[in-house]
C-alpha cells in the first residue's frame, strides 16, 4: 500500500533525454519507463480502445507489480454521456482483462459539457464488475453537490482530485479508501512545470486525508518536454521526505 506515481502515457518523443536512451527504440520505451516507474495511466483506450492481445502485450513487457490504470473510452463519456453504458463498460472490461494483475483503475473523464446527473452516474458505476476501481473526473461545477459524493461513496468510486495551474479544480473529497490524483498544468518555468512548493502541498493534502496503507494514484499530466517525468519524481522525492510509502522512481531526473 503506497502513493504511486506515474505519468499519463509513455510514448511521447521530446521525452528522448529526458527518460529514454537517445539510441533507444520507441518500440521497447514501456518497457523502459516500466523499470522506472511502478505505474502508468494509459489514454490510448479514450480514442480508440485497443484489442485484448494489445493489453496482453502490455502485461508481458511489464514486470510484476506494475499497474496500469485505464482512461475510459471517449464513445462511453463523450459520445454516449453514460447513457446506455453497460455495453460499452462490458467492451471495454472484456478488451482492458488482457491486462491480468497489471490492470489498475479504470479513469472515467467527464466532458466539460456534461451536466451533473447523479441517476447517469450511478447506473454507470453499476455496470463495472464488482471489485473494478473507478475513479470519477468531472469537469462541470454542477458535480459539486452532496448527492453525487453519495453515488460515488455508495458504489466505492473515486472522486478525482484534479490540479490545473497549481491549484484544485475539484472538492477534495474521500469518497472511497483509496486515491485518484491528475496533474494537468503547473505554473512554474519553464511551463508546463510544478513548482516545489505546490508539489510538497498536495504531498501533505494526501497524507492528510489518507492513512499510509492506502493506495493513492497520482500521474502527471503535463508531458511537453518531459515536464511530467520531471515533477512526478520531484513529486515522489516529496512524499519520501514526509516519511510516506512511495513507488519507484527514476533516480536520474
Keep these: 500500500m503506497t502513493i504511486l506515481v506515474g505519468t499519463s502515457g509513455w510514448q511521447y518523443k ?24 511502478a505505474t502508468v495511466e494509459s489514454n490510448a483506450a479514450f480514442y480508440r480502445l485497443p484489442e485484448e492481445k494489445t493489453f496482453a502485450d502490455w502485461r508481458d513487457r511489464t514486470p510484476a507489480g506494475f499497474v496500469m490504470a485505464v482512461k475510459a473510452s471517449r464513445y462511453l463519456t463523450h459520445i454516449k454521456r453514460l447513457r446506455d453504458p453497460q455495453e460499452p ?28 446527473d447523479a441517476g447517469l452516474l450511478d447506473a454507470c458505476l453499476g455496470c463495472f ?48 479508501d483509496w486515491g485518484y490524483l491528475r496533474f494537468h498544468e503547473g505554473r512554474a518555468e519553464p511551463w508546463p512545470r510544478y513548482g516545489r512548493q ?35 519524481t520531484a513529486f515522489a522525492r516529496a512524499v519520501g521526505a514526509l516519511g510516506r510509502s512511495v ?7
Excluded: K
Excluded at 15 to 37: I, N
Design 129 to 176: 464488475p464488482a471489485g473494478t476501481r473507478v475513479a470519477v473526473e468531472p469537469r462541470h461545477d454542477s458535480w459539486w453537490t452532496a448527492d453525487i459524493r453519495t453515488v460515488l461513496e455508495q458504489r466505492g468510486a473515486a472522486l478525482c482530485w484534479a490540479d490545473r495551474a497549481s491549484r484544485p479544480v475539484t472538492p477534495l473529497w474521500r469518497t472511497t
Design 198 to 232: 505546490a508539489l510538497t502541498t498536495w504531498v501533505h493534502r494526501i497524507a492528510d486525508t489518507w492513512p499510509d496503507r492506502s493506495d493513492v494514484f497520482t500521474y502527471f499530466n503535463n508531458d511537453p518536454g518531459g515536464a511530467a517525468v520531471l515533477d512526478a
Design 247 to 253: 513507488s519507484r522512481v527514476p533516480s536520474g531526473c
Design 14 to 37: 521530446d521525452w528522448r533525454g529526458v527518460l529514454y536512451p537517445q539510441d533507444r527504440p520507441q518500440r521497447l520505451w514501456l518497457e523502459e519507463y516500466a523499470e522506472r516507474f
Design 89 to 116: 463498460v462490458g467492451r471495454l472490461m472484456s478488451h482492458a482483462a488482457g491486462l491480468g494483475p497489471r490492470l489498475g483503475p479504470v479513469l472515467l473523464q467527464l466532458p466539460p459539457t456534461l451536466h451533473a
